[in-house]
């Protein structure tokens, strides 16, 4: 049975003062689950965070990371950084990444194999836009970008990952892939999976949905057979939003 996990992905919203308060109320309202949960605040907030949750089994992740280990790479972030905040997740490969900031394939691919080599468990985003699903190419888009990110890796690497499957049409736009749609290419994905890395690890491996998850519509997207949790951007902005789809 793969453990859920629902990670928080606060985007670049709140100052240090802010995350504190959210990461206090989270810590004060959460009654502990079979859940994996994690927050991922903005870097300036991680080590604030980090020592709001350290005596919790709240876990912590950042929202990007840079693939060389340290030098001169004026306003990055390294792998080495990040555990020493506190990290054990980083997500990779946000659209909103891919979007704005040139991220590609390779890069995900080269910042994933360094998550790796310092025990940080990779939250990876895959998904299709609007006019690529109305094309029908969804499984074309995220066969390519999951072949890209996983591309060198070997099946015990693949099993340590988090796939998210995030269609972009999704993401902030209170529009939800319904459950069966979510479902189908969740599938896709795992089918994916077993014929890169095999059957054991493809069935191990959490896919997460993502993309206007809210308490009101993440327990029939979690009941998905192929649905392991959600990344949560808008809600996990409230404490009470964040853990109703915690406890969905
Ligand atoms: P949303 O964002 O929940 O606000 O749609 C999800 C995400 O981008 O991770």
Known sequence: MRKRIVAGNWKMNTNIEQAVKLALDIKAQYKGSEVDVVLCPPFTNLYAVHRVIQDTTIKLGAQDLYWKDGGAYTGQ??????????????????????QFFGETDESVNKKIKKALDYHL????CVGEWLEQREANETETVVARQIRGALAGLDADDVAKLVIAYEPVWAIGTGKVATPAQAQDVHRFIRTLLAEMSGEATADGIRI??????KPDNAAELLAQPDIDGG????????????LGIVNA
């Open 231 to 242: 990344l949560i951007g808008g809600a996990s902005l409230k404490a009470d939003s964040f």
């Open 121 to 124: 468990t990779p939250i990876v």
């Open 77 to 98: 972030i390294s792998a080495g950084m990040l555990t020493s905040v506190g990290c054990q997740f980083v997500i990779i490969g946000h659209s909103e990444r891919r």
């Open 208 to 213: 997460q949905y993502g993309g206007s998850m």
